[in-house]
Each structure stands twice: as C-alpha cells, then as structure tokens.
C-alpha cells in the first residue's frame, strides 16, 4: 500500500504559547509622553519611545495637517524618570531628512543619538523609528548605515493596515497604523477576535503615532479606548518593539533536522510552536523530539 506524505504545518507563536502580540510606539520624545507613560503603566502595556536627544529641551509651534500645538520636547533631565521601564530608541539626533543628507550626516545623525541614549539606559540600543519616511529612502543606503551603527530594526511610516504577520525585513518594518487614523477601529476588532481556523500566521498588532498628536488632534480619548481595548488579554503577548525582533529573531534561528523530527533551538530564550494545531516548547539551547510525520 502507497501512503501519502502529508506535510507538517509549524507556526509560530508568541511566548507561553500566546496566538497574539501587541507592540506600540511614540515619536518625538514630547511632553506629552509623560501622560502616555502613565497611561501605560495604569494598563499594564509595554511601548518603545523613540527620541531625538538633539531636541531634547526645545520648544516650539507646530503647524501641519490640521494641527496647531506646541511641540515641546521632554528636558534631558527628565528621560529615566518618564521613560522608566519603557525602552528608549534612536530617531535621528535632529530629526533630519537622511535620504536628503550625505551618508556620513545620516550616519552621525543615528550614532550620536544611538550613544546619547545609551548613556541614559545603560544597554546598547538597537532600535530606531525612520524620521520623515514617507518616501521610503530607508530602502537605499539609510538602512545599510543604520544596520552598520547597530541598529536591527527600524519602524517605517507606512501602515500595513493589518494586525495579521511579521516584518519580513525589520529595517523597513511597517506598523500596523497611527492612533489618529479611522481604520485603527477595524484592525484592533480584527485583532481581538479569535485568531480564524486556518490561520498561518501569528497576530501582531503595532499602532504607533506622535503624543502632540494626542494634544494637537484632541485624541486623548482614541488613546484611552486603544489602551482599554488591548489590555490585560489573556491571549496576548504585550512588548516592546525590541522584545518582538529579539523573538521572531529567536524562532526564525531555530535548526530543523531533515525530517523535521528533531528541532534545536541554540538561543538564549523559549520558543513556543503550533505544530499540528498543538503547542509545543522549544527550550533554550535544547533539542525537542517532535512526534514522526503520519505516512
């Protein structure tokens, strides 16, 4: 008798098996965040801030697609107490346009703010958030300097408009949307409902967007709803932008034997799978047994 090979169906999921993942970031390092940290910490959510540390202190009036705010800056001085427990990321020392700069500008623009953060947090920084991306100068040589001074993911300004996969290039990582935008009201229902029969892909949700926005826009309101809408889920994994990319990093590291039997995980934290529709654990530096293939 001739048996078919039915092929084997791996997915990954988020720590302790979790089908779901929430991530969110804020630009600009602005007063604002001091109400955002707080707002977070009540909700027990997880964010990154992305900062330009040569504005730190600066002040002035912003006036642009419908917003008229003052665009202050958090002070030096103010940085590990707002931002305590949240992770710090680069986002250009000024703000400056790098597809318009020469490389070494844009390079000194991510190195300086790079290392002027580090001396705030203590640990290497790795994450950044493009400045003025729109026009996608981040797929040139921007995302070749940036991965050269460290960086190993860096949030665009597209919106994906989905909560459904991960970034296939993290130096080009597209969230999901802005808080400000209509369509953030579908995507968070889409990713709140159980994840559908069938499904191959992990959920991901990554809303991002400006605290002067908050002000500017009058959206206190759309923050507040986003944050009660995600949290305390059981079913959700709540991180920050570096905690995803460590993880995804960590799953697409593990090594397949040929059959698939045997899976080694070489690195330094857990990795959960949907095999079959069944929730397996790969352990850190460990090799898991998965039950033989039906023939």
């Not at 040589?141 to 909560?163: E, M, N, P, Q, V």
């Amino acid at each position: 008798m001739i048996c078919m090979l039915r092929l084997r169906r791996d997915m990954m999921l988020w720590p302790n098996g979790r089908d779901k993942c929430c991530t969110l970031s804020f630009d600009d390092g602005t007063v604002e965040d001091r109400r955002i940290c707080e707002m977070l910490r009540s909700h027990n959510l997880r964010a990154t801030f992305n900062i330009n540390t040569g504005l730190l202190g600066h002040s002035d009036e912003l006036h642009q697609s419908g917003i008229d705010v003052v665009h202050e800056k958090l002070p030096l001085q103010e940085l590990a107490e707002v931002y305590d427990g949240f992770e710090l990321a680069v986002h250009g020392y000024s703000h400056a346009h790098m597809g318009e700069e020469p490389p070494s500008m844009a390079a000194y623009e991510i190195i300086r703010c790079k290392a002027e953060i580090e001396s705030i947090t203590h640990t290497p920084v790795r994450g950044m958030a493009w400045p003025i991306s729109y026009d996608g100068y981040w797929m040139g040589d921007a995302k070749k300097l940036a991965k050269a001074c460290g960086i190993c993911y860096a949030r665009t300004t597209r919106r994906s408009y989905d909560c459904v996969g991960v970034p296939s290039d993290f130096l080009a990582w597209d969230a999901a949307c802005s808080f400000v935008e209509d369509e953030m009201g579908p995507i968070v229902t889409k990713f709140l409902k159980p994840r559908p029969v069938g499904c191959t892909k992990p959920y991901l949700l990554y809303v991002w967007g400006h605290g002067y926005e908050a002000t500017g826009r009058d959206a206190w309101n759309r923050l507040e709803w986003l944050f009660d809408q995600v949290s305390f889920k059981p079913d959700v994994w709540y991180a920050s932008n570096i905690e995803v990319f460590d993880y995804v990093q960590a799953y697409r590291n593990l090594v397949y034997s040929a059959t698939g039997d045997y899976i080694f995980n070489p690195g330094r934290m857990d990795v959960w799978l949907l095999v079959d529709d069944k929730s397996v654990c790969i352990p850190s530096a460990r090799t898991v047994e998965i039950g033989a293939w039906e023939r």
